[in-house]
Nanobody, 115 residues
Framework: QVQLVESGGGLVQAGGSLRLSCAVS????????MGWYRQAPGKQRELVAT???????EYTDSVKGRFTISRDSAKNTVSLQMNSLKPEDTAVYYC?????????WGKGTLVTVSS
């Protein structure tokens, strides 16, 4: 079992920055991949960025060069630094973890980017 709790969402103007954090607790040893997904109003949930236990990262094309995912194993956190935010980045952002073959999700944190 894994518990994920996000923090750091909020309202920011276009061009601004936000940093999301996800605190991980529970059976951390079995976690392989962690990441962030987002869901905008009226749209399906989509992958934003992931990081594997080996350190590899993956980003959706729309955030490459603007967002950076990082994982701190000592603190059991995964973070998403978001720079040059755009109104189209507005969404609920969810922390994600794959624990062996099971998927776990946080409750989400709202990011609103005003134009």
């Amino acid at each position: 079992q894994v518990q994920l709790v996000e923090s750091g969402g909020g309202l920011v103007q276009a061009g601004g920055s936000l940093r999301l954090s996800c605190a991980v607790s529970g059976s951390i040893f079995g976690i392989r991949t962690m990441g962030w997904y987002r869901q905008a109003p009226g749209k399906q949930r989509e992958l934003v960025a992931t990081t594997s236990s080996g350190g590899s990262t993956e980003y959706t094309d729309s955030v490459k060069g603007r967002f950076t995912i990082s994982r701190d194993s000592a603190k059991n956190t995964v973070s998403l630094q978001m720079n040059s935010l755009k109104p189209e980045d507005t969404a609920v952002y969810y922390c994600y973890a794959k624990w062996y073959t099971m998927d776990y999700w946080g409750k989400g944190t709202l990011v609103t980017v005003s134009s």
